[in-house]
């Protein structure tokens, strides 16, 4: 029942923007943490960005300064504003979160299905 859902890949030139969203549905009773993943071809997936429940935010340091991760808890939806695109920034991106859901509230990790982001001239 429970769903994520990506949206807002596609393919910008070096050093523009995108904005990707991944939205939560189902019987959600709450979200913990939500992240964006990022896989390359031929590269293990790595962690982009999580942010808590509570609004902290993690980056890996290659992304830092650059993307930012945010979320809608109304909506149950997350957010990664990114800027300044590199072509190494080329990838799968895939939503992440760690909820609990009706009736059972026990805690599941959920993923989208993924959104390309190209990033080239």
């Known amino acids: 029942q429970v769903q994520l859902v990506e949206s807002g890949g596609g393919l910008v030139q070096p050093g523009g923007s995108l904005r990707l969203s991944c939205a939560a549905s189902?019987?959600?009773?709450?979200?913990?943490?939500m992240g964006w993943y990022r896989q390359a071809p031929g590269k293990q997936r790595e962690l982009v960005a999580v942010?808590?429940?509570?609004?902290?935010?993690n980056y890996v340091d290659s992304v830092k300064g650059r993307f930012t991760i945010s979320r809608d808890n109304a909506k149950n939806t997350v957010y990664l504003r990114m800027n300044s695109l590199k072509p190494e920034d080329t990838a799968v991106y895939y939503c992440h979160a760690v909820l609990s859901a009706m009736p059972s509230l026990i805690l599941n990790s959920y993923w989208g299905q993924g959104t390309q982001v190209t990033v080239s001239s």
């Open positions: 189902g019987n959600i009773f709450s979200i913990n943490d």
């Open positions: 942010i808590t429940s509570g609004g902290s935010t």
